[in-house]
T-cell receptor, first 115, second 113 residues
Framework: GAVVSQHPSRVICKSGTSVKIECRSL??????MFWYRQFPKKSLMLMAT?????????EQGVEKDKFLINHASLTLSTLTVTSAHPEDSSFYIC???????????FGPGTRLTVL | GQQLNQSPQSMFIQEGEDVSMNCTSS?????WLWYKQDPGEGPVLLIA?????ELTSNGRLTAQFGITRKDSFLNISASIPSDVGIYFC?????????????FGQGTRLTINP
């Protein structure tokens, strides 16, 4: 149980385009989902927290207009990187937490490369 | 943002050796977690600790939640090749909404066969 998927696993895009990353909880309802960013050989940095049906809460220094988060259902959250630039290239990881647990279960990550 | 101090940053050991790593913080946490991350993958939960002083095992892994709530260690006994990867500690903050996690910098484990 507690499986979280991400799609796509890898994406390459041109500078200036927007990219959408999906995060799904496959076998539980995720009341809260988290989005992290990880640079090579670095730790995970929390970008934002999203609760189903409400606006995401962004961490200090994260541009909410740049990284659009939608959590429209209890099993799906999306992160859209708008007008992507090479410096947005990174590994993006989501996690999900259900009603009755404080444990975050992580997705497999999405490698974004902006040319 | 806030980070935990995790050490060592990297370890190079022989297969069969025991491994020990730890995390410290200036903040109190109500939960400590240990994750393992393989290259190109998301973190996988190894052990969760919920009470100060708690000592928990998962196979060859043992972790403890420090009495002060500001530190934790992870031990791996009799290491095997599949233990290679990056290990992260994470603390869950008290008094913060939505159970946010703060991660350590990671310990990269390399095993020589």
């Amino acid at each position: 149980g507690a499986v979280v998927s991400q799609h796509p696993s890898r994406v390459i895009c041109k500078s200036g385009t927007s990219v959408k990353i999906e995060c799904r909880s496959l076998d539980f309802q995720a009341t809260t989902m988290f989005w992290y960013r990880q640079f090579p050989k670095k730790s995970l940095m929390l970008m934002a927290t999203s609760n189903e049906g409400s606006k995401a809460t962004y961490e200090q220094g994260v541009e909410k207009d740049k990284f659009l988060i939608n959590h429209a259902s209890l099993t799906l959250s999306t992160l859209t990187v708008t007008s992507a630039h090479p410096e947005d290239s990174s590994f993006y990881i989501c996690s999900a937490m259900g009603h009755y647990t404080d444990t975050q279960y992580f997705g497999p990550g999405t490698r974004l490369t902006v040319l | 943002g806030q980070q935990l101090n995790q050490s060592p940053q990297s370890m190079f050991i022989q297969e069969g050796e025991d491994v020990s790593m730890n995390c410290t913080s200036s903040s109190i946490f109500n939960t400590w977690l240990w994750y393992k991350q393989d290259p190109g993958e998301g973190p996988v939960l190894l052990i969760a600790l919920y009470k100060a002083g708690e000592l928990t095992s998962n196979g060859r892994l043992t972790a403890q939640f420090g009495i002060t709530r500001k530190d934790s260690f992870l031990n791996i006994s009799a290491s095997i090749p599949s233990d290679v990867g990056i290990y992260f500690c994470a603390g869950q903050l008290m008094g913060q909404g939505a159970q946010k996690l703060v991660f350590g910098q990671g310990t990269r484990l390399t095993i020589n066969p």
